[in-house]
């Protein structure tokens, strides 16, 4: 299992008290996260997948998808920064959704990218922790990303993999 750092799953956090209503229309089903009184719709094959005002750009994930991801897909809350990456959200979106394959396509991506400070593959790491950039959603050693803050001389941190700034 993967400890990913992100700045979108910080603070996760989803309460007990929503729920899920599944909709069956003729050629697809639609999914809602009920939410005191309010109804999102979730969308698998959107750039942005949930209604509410939190997700207001595409590279955020809510309350509601978690929960939706994690109480109705099984996902482990570890796992839920790939979403926000492309390829496997485009799995996602293209398939009928299978655990299984969801957690082989995951190690599958950790197996064939590498990390942009070292160069090696990502899943090379004794303790398993990345990072997950705000900016991209791409992935690094956290390891490998402390030692380049560390060393950087000015305060602007900026991304290895598309120069953004961030924290």
Known sequence: MYNIISKFTKNLNYESNMKLSIKKKKKNIEYYIIDGIISYRIYLN???????????????????????????????????PFIMISDIREYISNNMFILEDFYTKCDEYLDENECGIC?????????????????????????????????????????????????
């Open 46 to 80: 959107k750039q942005k997948m949930c209604q509410c005002l939190a997700t207001n750009s595409p590279d955020k994930i809510c309350k509601h998808l978690v929960y939706f991801f994690c109480y109705h897909l099984k996902i482990d809350i570890n796992y839920i």
């Open 119 to 167: 160069l090696e593959k990502l899943n090379t790491i004794n303790n398993n922790q990345l990072y997950q950039y705000s900016c991209c959603n791409r992935l690094a050693h956290y390891k490998c990303l402390c030692k380049w803050v560390s060393s950087n001389k000015n305060n602007e941190n900026r991304c290895i993999y598309c120069n953004s700034i961030f924290e």
